[in-house]
C-alpha cells in the first residue's frame, strides 16, 4: 500500500484521485492552532485533478478537447482523530470545455458541492447523533458549529419518508407517547424483539387507519397478536387493521385500572374526614402504599410499623379499621385483591367471577368493572397468551431519555428523527445512508438537503 492510500484510510476519504503533499522530510500534515478557542487542528494538503468524460454544461465528451484554466483551493473538514479537528486544503483543477467554453473543476464523490463538510465527517455527525448525546455536544468533539449540526439533522428529518414496504412482525406492540404538552403520538415496536416500527404524530382512530392503511393488507395479515391499552381510540382501528390479530389488553393496564380505583376511593374517603389529626386520616394519608399492596406480599403474621400514627399494628387491624369506617373502600380493596390473585395464578375463571358476583356501589370500582365487561374478549387473550407491553415501556423510557439529554425539542419533527435515528438500526448505520445524499445545497446557508429516500437505510 502506498503512503498516499495509506493517509486516505487514515481520514475516512476513499477517491484515490486525491494526491496529498508530502515533504522531503516525509510530513503530510502539520499542526496548527485555529478558531476563537485556539483549538489545535492537524491541517492536510493535497490536490485534485479527476477529469469527468464529459462536460456538465453540454455534455461534450471531453477527452482532449479542454484547456486547464487555473486552480481553486477549498477547505474541507474531516473527521476528528484522537481529539484533533482535521482540515484538508484541497486545490483542485480547473477546466474549461473548447465547445460551451463554461468552466468546472474537478469533483470528488468524498465532499458535497458548496459545503466544507466532508462525506466522512457527515458520517460521523450521523453517527453520534445515534448516540444518547445532545447536539451541542456532538458539535464540541467535531469541533464544528452546533447550528450546523443542528441544520444537518433538521434537513435530515424533514425527508425522512416512513418505510411501508417493510415485513411488519407476527407480535406488535402499540402505546401513546407524550412529546410535547397536551400532544401525544402513536408508537409501534416489535413485540418480540424490541426494535421500533415507527412513531406518529397523532394517535386518534382516523389518523391511526389513515396510517395503518399504507403498510399492504398482506403485511397486515402476517400480525398475530397486538397488545395495547384500554384505550378506546385504538381497539376499533386495531382490529380492523390487522384482521388476522389477537387484541390483547397489557396485563399491567388491568392491573393499574383497579388499583387507581382504589386510590380515588381512599382519597375520596381521606376527605370526608374532618379531623386531620385523627388516628384514620393519619392512616389513610401516609400509608397509602400499604392499601395497594399485594397481599400475599404482606407478611399477617407480624406486625408492622405505619407512619403517621407512628405505632405498630397487625395489617388485618389496620385494614379493619379502615373497613369500619367505609364499606365501600372494604368491597374496592376485595376487588383489587382477587383481580391480582386472578392475575398472579393467569385464572380467567376467577377474573369471571369477579365480574359476574360485583355489586354496584357508586363508587371509582364501578367504571372499573364496566371497563372490564367491554374488553373482555382482549382480557381474556393477556390471561391465555404470554405478550405484554413490558418491552414499550422500556421504549418510552429511552424516548423520554431523549428529550431531557436535550432539554427538550422546540420542534417536534427534529425529536420524531433523533427517536428513529437511535431507536432503528441501532448497531451501526449503514453506509448507504450516506450515498443517498444529494450533492445539491442551498445557495444561502450551504446546508445539505436531504431530498432521498433515506427510511430504507434506517
Wanted: hydrophobic residues 35%; glycine residues 4%.
Amino acid at each position: 500500500m502506498s503512503i498516499n492510500d495509506s493517509i486516505l484510510n487514515s481520514v475516512g476519504l476513499t477517491d484515490k484521485n486525491i494526491k496529498f503533499l508530502i515533504s522531503d522530510n516525509g510530513d503530510f500534515n502539520e499542526l496548527v492552532t485555529l478558531g476563537h478557542d485556539q483549538h489545535q487542528v492537524l491541517r492536510y494538503r493535497a490536490t485534485l485533478t479527476t477529469v469527468p468524460e464529459h462536460c456538465p454544461q453540454c455534455g461534450f465528451l471531453l477527452s482532449g478537447h479542454f484547456y486547464l484554466a487555473g486552480t481553486d483551493t477549498a477547505s474541507y473538514k474531516l473527521p476528528t482523530a484522537n481529539g484533533y479537528q482535521q482540515i484538508l486544503l484541497l486545490t483542485k483543477q480547473r477546466y474549461q470545455c473548447l465547445r460551451c467554453k463554461n468552466t468546472f473543476i474537478a469533483q470528488s464523490k468524498d465532499f458535497m458541492s458548496n459545503s466544507t463538510i466532508s462525506r466522512p465527517l457527515l458520517h460521523q455527525i450521523i453517527d453520534l447523533a445515534k448516540r444518547d448525546i445532545s447536539e451541542k455536544d456532538i458539535a464540541y468533539i467535531l469541533h464544528i458549529s452546533h447550528s450546523k449540526v443542528n441544520r444537518l439533522l433538521h434537513h435530515a428529518a424533514k425527508a425522512y419518508r416512513t418505510n411501508y414496504t417493510k415485513s411488519l412482525p407476527t407480535v406488535i406492540c402499540v402505546d401513546e407517547v407524550l412529546y410535547a404538552k397536551h400532544h401525544y403520538g402513536f408508537e409501534m415496536i416489535n413485540g418480540t424483539t424490541s426494535d421500533l416500527i415507527e412513531i406518529f404524530p397523532t394517535r386518534t382512530s382516523i389518523d391511526i387507519r389513515r396510517y395503518l392503511s399504507n403498510y399492504d393488507l398482506s403485511n397486515r395479515q402476517r400480525v398475530q397478536y397486538v397488545v395495547t391499552d384500554m384505550n378506546a381510540n385504538y381497539s376499533a382501528p386495531l382490529r380492523v387493521m390487522f384482521p388476522n390479530a389477537q387484541i390483547i389488553i397489557d396485563r399491567f393496564h388491568i392491573i393499574q385500572l383497579a388499583m387507581k380505583a382504589v386510590q380515588s376511593t381512599r382519597i375520596t374517603l381521606q376527605r370526608t374526614i374532618n379531623n386531620k389529626r385523627s388516628r384514620v386520616y393519619k392512616l389513610l394519608k401516609s400509608n397509602w402504599q400499604f392499601f395497594i399492596t399485594d397481599q400475599s406480599k404482606i407478611d399477617s403474621t407480624q406486625p408492622r410499623w405505619f407512619k403517621g400514627i407512628n405505632e405498630y399494628l397487625y395489617p388485618q387491624d389496620a385494614l379493619q379499621l379502615i373497613f369500619g369506617l367505609s364499606p365501600k373502600f372494604k368491597q374496592d380493596y376485595k376487588i383489587y385483591q382477587a383481580v391480582l390473585r386472578a392475575q398472579r395464578s393467569r385464572s380467567f375463571d376467577e377474573f369471571s367471577v369477579i365480574l359476574s358476583q360485583y355489586k354496584p356501589s357508586h363508587s371509582a370500582m364501578d367504571q372499573v368493572i364496566l371497563t372490564y365487561k367491554k374488553n373482555l374478549k382482549s382480557i381474556r387473550n393477556a390471561f391465555l397468551q404470554k405478550p405484554s407491553n413490558g418491552r414499550i415501556e422500556g421504549i418510552n423510557r429511552r424516548i423520554k431519555q431523549i428529550g431531557r439529554t436535550a432539554y427538550g425539542y422546540g420542534n417536534s419533527l427534529n425529536y420524531f428523527f433523533r427517536i428513529r435515528l437511535q431507536l432503528f438500526n441501532r448497531k451501526h448505520i449503514n453506509a448507504s445512508f450516506i450515498n443517498l445524499l444529494t450533492k445539491k445545497t442551498c445557495e444561502s446557508d450551504k446546508i445539505i438537503r436531504f431530498t432521498s429516500y433515506i427510511s430504507q437505510t434506517l
